[in-house]
Nanobody
Framework: QVQLLESGGGLVQPGGSLRLSCAASGSIVSINAMRWYRQARGKQRDLVATITSTGSTNYADSVKGRFTISRDNAKNTVYLQMNSLKPEDTAVYYC????????????????WGQGTQVTVSS
C-alpha cells in the first residue's frame, strides 16, 4: 500500500512563509501528476496547484505569484512553498497523487495525504 505523509503546516503571521512537504512511500512503480488542495472551515476543497511528471505547473488564481509547487522524483516528494501568506490562505492542505503500484499486479490509484493545518493570523 502507498502512504502520503505530509509535514510543514503551522501558524504564521500575515506576510510570512511556509513550506509544505508530502512524501510518498510504498511499492511505487511511477507517479504521475502531484497536486495540492486546500479546504477552509465550512468550505469546499479547492485545487491549489498541480505539477506534472515532467515539471509543468498550474496554479489557482488566488495563489499565483505567491506559491510555488515543485517535486523531487528521487525522493517521491512534492513541495509547496508559500510566500506572502494571507489570512484567507488559512485551511487544511492536502496532497494528492496518481500513483501506479505493484502488488503482484500493477494498479493505478489516486492517493491523498492526511492533511496539514495552515493558519495565517496575527
Amino acid at each position: 500500500q502507498v502512504q502520503l505523509l505530509e509535514s510543514g503546516g503551522g501558524l504564521v503571521q500575515p506576510g510570512g512563509s511556509l513550506r509544505l512537504s508530502c512524501a510518498a512511500s510504498g511499492s511505487i512503480v511511477s507517479i504521475n501528476a502531484m497536486r495540492w488542495y486546500r479546504q477552509a472551515r465550512g468550505k469546499q476543497r479547492d485545487l491549489v496547484a498541480t505539477i506534472t511528471s515532467t515539471g509543468s505547473t498550474n496554479y489557482a488564481d488566488s495563489v499565483k505569484g505567491r506559491f510555488t509547487i515543485s517535486r523531487d522524483n528521487a525522493k517521491n516528494t512534492v513541495y509547496l512553498q508559500m510566500n506572502s501568506l494571507k489570512p484567507e490562505d488559512t485551511a487544511v492542505y492536502y496532497c494528492n497523487a496518481g500513483i501506479t503500484i505493484y502488488s503482484g499486479r500493477v494498479y493505478l490509484n489516486e492517493y491523498w495525504g492526511q492533511g496539514t493545518q495552515v493558519t495565517v493570523s496575527s
